[in-house]
């Protein structure tokens, strides 16, 4: 029996790169490892539509980590084992404080993606993730009403962080504030994490905790890595993030995180 049968990994900078193409070996890696029976997943802050061409290459079947950790959703039946959102109206009550910031706001309600303005950076991140972005004609009537799972605001990453020292005492407890990338922030619903994300996909599939590896590379990964039996952070990490893992996955050059994985799991990788 192996020793860990639950692995999660974290799409963007973890095993997606700026191409947007997930590498053949890892694809041909993972496919093994779940025919072989471990259960393979996604962790991503992603909206499905920007997700399910990633866990259909892959072959994966194990419920999906989407939004930051704030839906859990079964790939193969689409349905929902958890989802948390933002509270009623809290995109508007904030609206002054990011309306006002250098950045360009995203908000994500019913599986679909919304924007103030389609500027370049709004293009931009939408061509990468395959989706599109409906403008938002009337702001405060659609930002005060609906259910909103997260809010996402791109900019530098200097504006990011003065715009999260605004933005932390007004939200208060209402929600909480994570970097997914150096130039995404992301508004989320208090509580949600991919960690407490990790803890519903394994108790679903009947794995102790200690029998999970989790993957990751940013600031949002790392309630995850904390929490898995080992985490491991990719070598392009944040000091924070190695820190809080208990292993660095190798340089490319040295293998990469398939010859840690095949360390961790050969009766499913090597």
Known sequence: MASFDLVVLDLDGTILDRSMI????LVA?????VGRGCAVTLATGRMPAATRRYWEELGIRAPVILYNGALVR????GRNLSVTGLPPGLPWTLYEIYANAPVHPLFYRDDALYC???THAVLT???EMGVEAERIPEPESFLETGSFIKCLFIGHPADLSTLRAELTPATG???RLVLSRTDYLELLPSGVSKGEALKVVARHLGIPPARTIAVGDQENDLEMIQGAGVGIA???SPAAVQAGA????PLPEAGGLLALLADLCPEYFG
Not at 246 to 249: L, T
């Open 246 to 249: 208990h292993r660095v996955a």
């Open 125 to 127: 991140y939408c061509r």
């Open 22 to 25: 997930l590498d053949p070996a």
């Open 74 to 77: 079964e790939p193969t039946t």
């Open 173 to 175: 407890s209402a929600a």
């Open 29 to 33: 890696a993972v496919r093994k490892a």
């Open 116 to 118: 103030l303005e389609p």
């Open 234 to 236: 990719m070598p392009n």
